[in-house]
């Protein structure tokens, strides 16, 4: 310990400006013609509430300050549109290089198959840029790399583009999405708003439960 300085206190709040310098930043929650790529390929529950009744997460996203790191450097994606009638659905890539759209994951273990979420990120990175290849990274702490390439596929981004539309009515409406169960719900902070985490009521034994109560 060196003197009385708060030395965790700096760091974090160090890491909390890092963050919001590298995060996409909706401007106008409310405004259903702007909406983020983000926002639409994960759980759309998720992304309601981080626009109207947001939740601050205990832990430091890493994986957002690595790319928008990454993004802030010379050969970075800026921010792409894509126009869906009066919608502007917006995307950024990490890097686009030789053409080809790359984002970056950390993750604990190198996944065998790349995520859904992160599938239908980069292909709409691929149709906001108009570019036909695109690689996911995959990275571990101890600097695994796992790579995955793709096309871009037409399909996937049409099942985007009718997220991007249900997305739009429904902060018009301002009514909250429906469930959208995924393995990342238990680490979410919005666990509790979605399902029951407390049991309440009266513990039932085994033998209770089948009609064998013990005399």
Same mark, same amino acid.
């Given at each position: 310990?060196?003197?009385?300085?708060?030395?965790?206190?700096?760091?974090?709040?160090?890491?909390?400006?890092?963050?919001?310098?590298?995060?996409?930043?909706?401007?106008?929650?409310?405004?259903?013609?702007? /909406?983020?790529?983000?926002?639409?390929?994960?759980?759309?529950?998720?992304?309601?509430?981080?626009?109207?009744?947001?939740?601050?997460?205990?832990?430091?996203?890493?994986?957002?300050?690595?790319?928008?790191? /990454?993004?802030?450097?010379?050969?970075?994606?800026?921010?792409?549109?894509?126009?869906?009638?009066?919608?502007?659905?917006?995307?950024?890539?990490?890097? /686009?290089?030789?053409?080809?759209?790359?984002?970056?994951?950390?993750?604990?273990?190198?996944?065998?198959?790349?995520?859904?979420?992160?599938?239908?990120?980069?292909?709409?990175?691929?149709?906001?840029?108009?570019?036909?290849?695109?690689?996911?990274?995959?990275?571990?702490?101890?600097?695994?790399?796992?790579?995955?390439?793709?096309?871009?596929?037409?399909?996937?981004?049409?099942?985007?583009?009718?997220?991007?539309?249900?997305?739009?009515?429904?902060?018009?409406?301002?009514?909250?999405?429906?469930?959208?169960?995924?393995?990342?719900?238990?680490?979410?902070?919005?666990?509790?708003?979605?399902?029951?985490?407390?049991?309440?009521?009266?513990? /039932?034994?085994?033998?209770?439960?089948?009609?064998?109560?013990?005399?």
């Amino acid at each position: 310990m060196m003197g009385d300085k708060d030395y965790k206190q700096t760091i974090n709040s160090a890491l909390d400006v890092l963050t919001k310098e590298t995060t996409q930043q909706i401007s106008e929650p409310a405004n259903k013609n702007e /909406i983020f790529l983000h926002e639409v390929t994960r759980c759309m529950r998720r992304s309601y509430f981080d626009r109207f009744d947001a939740i601050e997460t205990s832990g430091k996203e890493f994986e957002r300050v690595l790319g928008g790191l /990454i993004r802030k450097l010379p050969y970075g994606a800026k921010l792409g549109e894509f126009a869906i009638d009066e919608i502007r659905l917006k995307g950024q890539a990490d890097m /686009i290089v030789d053409d080809i759209v790359i984002i970056f994951k950390t993750v604990k273990e190198p996944p065998e198959n790349p995520s859904a979420s992160d599938v239908l990120y980069l292909n709409g990175c691929m149709w906001i840029f108009d570019k036909t290849e695109g690689v996911i990274v995959y990275m571990t702490g101890d600097g695994t790399e796992t790579s995955f390439a793709l096309y871009r596929e037409k399909k996937m981004f049409e099942e985007v583009i009718r997220r991007v539309r249900v997305f739009s009515n429904l902060i018009s409406d301002k009514k909250v999405p429906i469930l959208e169960p995924s393995g990342e719900c238990s680490s979410c902070q919005y666990y509790e708003r979605c399902y029951i985490k407390k049991r309440e009521g009266k513990q /039932i034994t085994i033998s209770e439960l089948f009609g064998s109560k013990n005399k």
